[in-house]
């Protein structure tokens, strides 16, 4: 069974940076795509950032310029710099591994539990 394991949250005043990390585990093979999605109260989860296997990323608009999204796939860890902080990125960021292929099996998706992030003064 695969398993991603975020941590990193917590409480930052705007304009501040926070750092997020997932590490996935499960007799790993391989992982098409890691990434992070978030949810605030009220809002539909949505795209932060990822990364696949060749590098290649993907960031939700509101995120560009302020956030990098980098992978260590001898670790099968994927992390999530976040710089300029605003309010508005306070939300449950959760971590999500596409395609991981694990032992015998392949899981199309895998979800962390979350972490919070709070942007607050």
């Known amino acids: 069974q695969v398993q991603l394991v975020e941590s990193g949250g917590g409480l930052v005043q705007p304009g501040g940076s926070l750092r997020l990390s997932c590490a996935a585990s499960?007799?790993?093979?391989?992982?098409?795509?890691m990434g992070w999605y978030r949810q605030a109260p009220g809002k539909q989860r949505e795209l932060v950032a990822r990364?696949?296997?060749?590098?290649?990323?993907n960031y939700g608009d509101s995120v560009k310029g302020r956030f990098n999204i980098s992978r260590d796939n001898a670790k099968n860890t994927v992390y999530l710099q976040m710089n300029s902080l605003k309010a508005e990125d306070t939300a449950v960021y959760y971590c999500?591994?596409?395609?991981?292929?694990?032992?015998?099996?392949?899981?199309?998706?895998?979800w962390g539990r979350g972490t919070l992030v709070t942007v607050s003064s």
């Open positions: 999500n591994a596409d395609e991981v292929v694990a032992g015998s099996r392949r899981y199309p998706e895998t």
């Open positions: 499960g007799s790993i093979l391989s992982i098409n795509a």
């Open positions: 990364i696949f296997s060749d590098g290649r990323t």
